[in-house]
């Protein structure tokens, strides 16, 4: 039985959460509304607050399924009540960040400003100029914002200086050796 499959996601009170024909679930909560296409052949079931996955069979590919609903389902309960978020930090001399209307404007060393314009449903915060910050409700697309982000200008191993996570240690390297002198 999978660890992850077999335990209930509870939904909190002001979430809804709509199973359609073919496994379409659709969850509305005060962050905003989500909706995906789950694998038909798993089993979910609504009792009460709680949301219940099952598999039909012992087959392998059943038994990998079933996890996955019940990890993708609950990241929806999840963004609908929470949200998610990334927090990106930006080094180097002359590095920056700032919000023009709802576009990110970079400068990152390149001869031009780097623009990115966020997809719906996902909003750019700049607390400093050298944070962003990421949020949204589906995780799946904080998370590949944040990772567009930040390969516009990935860290470099030598000073350090790129778009980096927060919590990303970047692993330094020492520089070239010079000449041995005879």
Known sequence: MSRIGRMPITVPAGVTVEIADGNLVTVKGPKGTLQKQLHADMIIKQEGSELIVQRPSEDKAHKSLHGLTRSLLHSMVEGVTNGFSKELEINGVGYRAQMQGKTLVMNLGYSHNVEYAPVEGITIECPSQTSIIVKGADKQAV????????????????????????????????????????
């Open 143 to 182: 998370g590949q914002v944040a990772a567009e982000i930040r390969e516009k200008r990935p860290p470099e191993p030598y000073k350090g200086k790129g778009i980096k996570y927060v919590s990303e240690r970047i692993i330094r390297k020492e520089g070239k050796a010079g000449k041995a002198k005879k």
